[in-house]
């Protein structure tokens, strides 16, 4: 009998969407091969007091109470010699954790979906602690100096642009392979065959997993537009935000329906009109996939800006930069029904399965071994 594959996959619940991409990777590869032993671990899930827990809590409260804190901090980790030593702190504090986790599973290899265990991981191979393949999938679509480590084996991105960027920061080229980001399949079963902008009118507005990004704001200047039939609101797991919403909308113009964490995402884009969202990289191609037009708010400086300018750039969305003028950009696309079909035609020509092409080339890696 052959060995079976035991493969480990890590992600970090800093948002939903390292997660999601996890998952995708998870479930496809069990589909394909159920006899794998595959442990998907997400690298942050505490809730003791810890290391883990302050740098996960510190994060996401950087980033939805001090954003421009968050952008100064970005930018200068991005610099070779600031974020190479901003990095390395952060994988020696983790290492001791991944060794653990190493020796537990003894995979065959390790996928991450986030830089931070990865940085930990690439220490331990750095220090010949462990031999094990190490496989980063980057969510976003711009490449960010956490991310760069000789001791990875093999990167799965996105987009052209960012071999490029992987190449000049030193990356060998034949690790690098333009994959895709892995969507769940719920999204493919959900893709629109054609898109019609449907009436009643229905916006959804999503603020990532953690529900951060001015959900108040967004919902008050969308209940201005006069166009929409019926606003529906995802706030992740953020509770207190969705009992804050709930009350709001009882208060508003348009008919509004609220979400906690849901599983009917995919769903819920299908039926839309229009997805009105923080252009997180799992979001977004999570669009892509289904087809639905978008419009895009309070993008996190750094990585969901350079979401939020590939996907305007290839025509599947328009990026609201200020928040403010968020009504009018969503007001002139429901006035041209013609320009959301464009958007969704545009975006049904993206043919790339991500978590197929991930799971081809991690199999390809391990027959190289």
Same mark, same amino acid.
């Given at each position: ?255 509004? =329906? $609220?979400?906690?964490?849901?599983? %009917?995402?995919?769903?819920? /884009?299908?039926?839309?009109? !229009?997805?009105?969202?923080?252009? *997180? ?49 969503? =007001? $002139?696309?429901?006035?041209?029904? %013609?320009?959301?079909?464009? /958007?969704?035609?545009?975006? !049904?020509?993206?043919?790339?399965? *991500? ?15």
């Amino acid at each position: 009998m052959s060995k079976k594959e035991r493969i480990l996959i890590v992600s970090a619940s800093i948002g939903t969407g390292h997660t999601q991409a996890a998952r995708a990777i998870e479930e496809y590869w069990a589909a394909k091969n159920p006899d794998a032993i595959i442990t998907h671990v997400d690298f942050l899930d505490t809730n003791s007091f810890s290391f883990d827990n302050l740098l996960k809590e510190t994060y996401i409260k950087m980033i939805d109470v001090f954003p421009m804190l968050y952008d100064v901090i970005y930018r200068l980790s991005q610099g070779d010699k600031k974020g190479s030593a901003v990095q390395t702190a952060l994988a020696w504090m983790l290492k001791r954790r991944m060794l653990k986790l190493i020796n537990r599973e003894q995979p065959d290899v390790v996928i991450f979906t986030h830089p931070f265990p990865c940085g930990a991981a690439c220490i331990l191979k750095r220090q010949n602690l462990i031999d094990v393949p190490l496989v980063a999938v980057i969510t976003d679509f711009q490449v960010h100096q956490f991310w760069v480590y000789k001791q990875i084996d093999a990167y799965y991105v996105g987009t052209s642009g960012m071999v490029n960027e992987l190449c000049e920061a030193g990356i060998a080229a034949h690790k690098i392979t333009i994959t895709g980001i892995p969507v769940r399949r719920s999204f493919f079963e959900h893709r629109l065959t054609t898109y019609k902008p449907s009436y009643p009118v229905k916006v959804l507005i999503m603020g990532g997993g953690l529900g951060l990004g001015c959900l108040e704001t967004a919902l008050q200047r969308l209940d201005e537009v006069s166009g929409i039939d019926e606003l529906i609101v995802i706030t992740g797991r953020n509770a207190d935000l969705y009992e804050g919403l709930v009350t709001m909308s009882h208060s508003m113009r348009t008919p509004t =329906t $609220v979400y906690g964490y849901t599983l %009917e995402v995919a769903k819920l /884009m299908q039926e839309a009109t !229009l997805l009105v969202t923080k252009p *997180g990289g799992l979001t977004c191609m999570e669009g892509v996939t289904v087809g639905v037009p978008m419009v895009f708010f309070s993008a996190i400086p750094g990585q969901e800006e350079g979401n939020a300018t590939f996907f305007e750039q290839q025509g599947y969305a328009r990026w609201a930069r200020d928040i403010h003028n968020l009504d009018d950009v969503v =007001t $002139v696309l429901l006035n041209n029904p %013609e320009r959301l079909e464009q /958007m969704s035609a545009q975006e !049904l020509t993206w043919q790339i399965d *991500g978590a197929a092409n991930i799971v081809l080339e991690t199999k390809k890696l391990l027959n190289r071994r």
